[in-house]
């Protein structure tokens, strides 16, 4: 079993960052794939960025690339989201997931744990 805890949320005005964290425990962190994904009122929950266990590949939701980065330290078993320039439309809320799999990856289905959520608010 994973246990993976969010933080970082908040209520944010319309250019501003956020770095989400996400703190695993459980199960080797150093070796699963981690992923955020995230889920606006209404919508289905979509893909935000992944990355791999150790060779540093990364992706991102086209619609978002340039205004995220995303980071891991395996050293405290935690991987990061950082937004920039944040946008009304990125309100949501926002989910780490991990992978038992080594490779990153934009497909939901292929992350077997998620943490609960952090809510993020961006006014106008």
């Known amino acids: 079993q994973v246990q993976l805890v969010e933080s970082g949320g908040g209520l944010v005005q319309a250019g501003d960052s956020l770095r989400l964290s996400c703190a695993a425990s459980g199960r080797t962190f150093s070796s699963s794939a981690m992923g955020w994904f995230r889920q606006a009122p209404g919508m289905e929950r979509e893909f935000v960025a992944a990355?791999?266990?150790?060779?540093?590949?990364?992706y991102y939701a086209d619609s978002l690339k340039g205004r995220l980065t995303i980071s891991r330290d395996n050293t405290k078993n935690t991987v990061y989201l950082q937004m920039n320039s944040l946008k009304p439309e990125d309100t949501a809320v926002y989910y780490c997931?991990?992978?038992?799999?080594?490779?990153?990856?934009?497909?939901?289905?292929?992350?077997?744990?998620w943490g609960q959520g952090t809510q993020v608010t961006v006014s106008s």
């Open positions: 997931a991990a992978s038992r799999s080594y490779s990153a990856t934009r497909e939901e289905g292929n992350y077997d744990y």
């Open positions: 990355i791999s266990c150790s060779d540093g590949t990364k």
